[in-house]
C-alpha cells in the first residue's frame, strides 16, 4: 500500500497570507489527523477527522481549520498567517474506527511551512 | 488535559550498550502508548507500542514497559547500533470515545540518542 502523502512538501509565504495544505492518508484509513512540529513546542495535535467530521480539537486559535472529504483526504488552513506559524505539519493516518479501538497512526512527510 | 513528560532529553551512548527513556502521563483514562522514531529531516515512524491491558512488549532489541498505577512508561534499547541514532518520542492516547484524548497522541518533548560507534 502507498504511504500518507502530503502536498506541498515545502512552503513560503509572508506574514497575513492563508495557507492550505494537503493530505492523502494510506487506502483504507478513514482517520486523519493533524499535528504541528516546531523545536520549541515539539509535536502538537491540531485535530482529528474521521468520516468527514472532527472529532477531537486541540488548543489552536481558531485561525487552524481542516476539513475531511468523503475519500478521506483532509485539508488543514492556516489563516492570516503570523511568523510563529513556522512548523512542519504532519498528518497521520489510522484505521480508528466507530467502535473505539485507535489503531497506529502512520504519518506523512510533512510540509515545511515558512512565514516571512 | 492530557500532559506526557519525557527524560532523558539528550542520551549519549556507546555503540552496543542499553538505552533507557522514561515517560510520564497525567490522565489516568489514557490507554495506549506508542514510540515513534524520527531520524533527522525524516517523518516519525512507529517503532512500538503498548496497550494498558499489559505491562511489558518486546520486540528484538527494542522493549517497553508500562506502570499503569505509577503513570509511567518506558523504552528499552539494548545493544544498540549507530543506526539507532535518532529522536525518540514517547505518546499517549485514549481510545475512550468521547474522551478528551481519543484519536489525539499527546508527546513528549523527545529524546535525542547518539550512539557512538
Known amino acids: 500500500k502507498a504511504g500518507v502523502t502530503q502536498t506541498p512538501r515545502y512552503l513560503i509565504k509572508t506574514r497575513g497570507q492563508q495557507v492550505t495544505l494537503s493530505c492523502s492518508p494510506i487506502s483504507g484509513h478513514r482517520s486523519v489527523s493533524w499535528y504541528q512540529q516546531t523545536p520549541g513546542q515539539g509535536l502538537q495535535f491540531l485535530f482529528e477527522?474521521?468520516?468527514?467530521?472532527?472529532?477531537n480539537k486541540g488548543n489552536f486559535p481558531g485561525r487552524f481549520s481542516g476539513r475531511q472529504f468523503s475519500n478521506s483526504r483532509s485539508e488543514m488552513n492556516v489563516s492570516t498567517l503570523e511568523l510563529g506559524d513556522s512548523a512542519l505539519y504532519l498528518c497521520?493516518?489510522?484505521?480508528?474506527?466507530?467502535?473505539?479501538?485507535?489503531?497506529?497512526?502512520?504519518f506523512g512527510p510533512g510540509t515545511r511551512l515558512t512565514v516571512l | 488535559g492530557e500532559n506526557v513528560e519525557q527524560h532523558p532529553s539528550t542520551l549519549s551512548v556507546q555503540e552496543g550498550d542499553s538505552a533507557v527513556i522514561k515517560c510520564t502521563y497525567s490522565?489516568?483514562?489514557?490507554?495506549?502508548f506508542p514510540w515513534y522514531k524520527q531520524e533527522l529531516g525524516k517523518r516519525p515512524q512507529l517503532i512500538i507500542d503498548?496497550?494498558?491491558?499489559?505491562g511489558e512488549k518486546k520486540d528484538q532489541r527494542i522493549a517497553v514497559t508500562l506502570n499503569k498505577t505509577a503513570k509511567h512508561f518506558s523504552l528499552h534499547i539494548t545493544e544498540t547500533q549507530p543506526e539507532d541514532s535518532a529522536v525518540y518520542f514517547c505518546a499517549a492516547s485514549s481510545n475512550v470515545i468521547g474522551g478528551t484524548s481519543y484519536g489525539k497522541l499527546t508527546f513528549g518533548q523527545g529524546t535525542i540518542l547518539t550512539v557512538h560507534p
Open positions: 503498548i496497550r494498558s491491558n499489559v
Open positions: 477527522y474521521f468520516s468527514e467530521t472532527q472529532r
Open positions: 497521520a493516518s489510522s484505521l480508528s474506527s466507530t467502535s473505539g479501538h485507535l489503531g497506529e497512526q502512520f
Open positions: 490522565d489516568s483514562a489514557s490507554n495506549y
